[in-house]
């Protein structure tokens, strides 16, 4: 099992990024794909979630600014982050969750930084 997230980087206040999370190895189609974000000594925390039929859940501190979506063809779900503030700057991690729980997979984090 592999997911592959990539994207982040450094961009200034008001810019936007997209980050995307490549999966193997998973029934990617009935997965739940999300996208998590963690400072150092702080508790992961929800970005987005994406069922495998569509469903979105956001957190709050996201909505109307980022949009999670997926591509089952190319087993990638990605995150559109747009008006980027400093507050958002962490380490994104990608997630999958089968929807019985059969499995929950994460993978490596990349790190996104946003400068006032």
């Known amino acids: 099992v592999q997911l592959q997230a990539s994207g982040g980087g450094l961009v200034q206040a008001g810019r936007s990024l997209r980050l995307a999370c490549v999966t193997s190895g998973i029934t990617f189609r009935i997965t739940t794909m999300g996208w998590y974000r963690q400072a150092p000594g702080n508790q992961r925390e929800l970005v987005a979630t994406?069922?495998?039929?569509?469903?979105?859940n956001y957190g709050y501190s996201v909505k109307g600014r980022f949009t999670i979506s997926r591509d089952n063809a190319e087993n990638t779900v990605y995150l559109q982050m747009n008006s980027l503030k400093p507050e958002d700057t962490d380490v994104y991690f990608c997630?999958?969750?089968?929807?019985?729980?059969?499995?929950?997979?994460w993978g490596q984090g990349t790190l996104v930084t946003v400068s006032s």
């Open positions: 994406i069922s495998g039929g569509g469903m979105t």
């Open positions: 997630n999958a969750k089968h929807p019985l729980d059969r499995y929950d997979y």
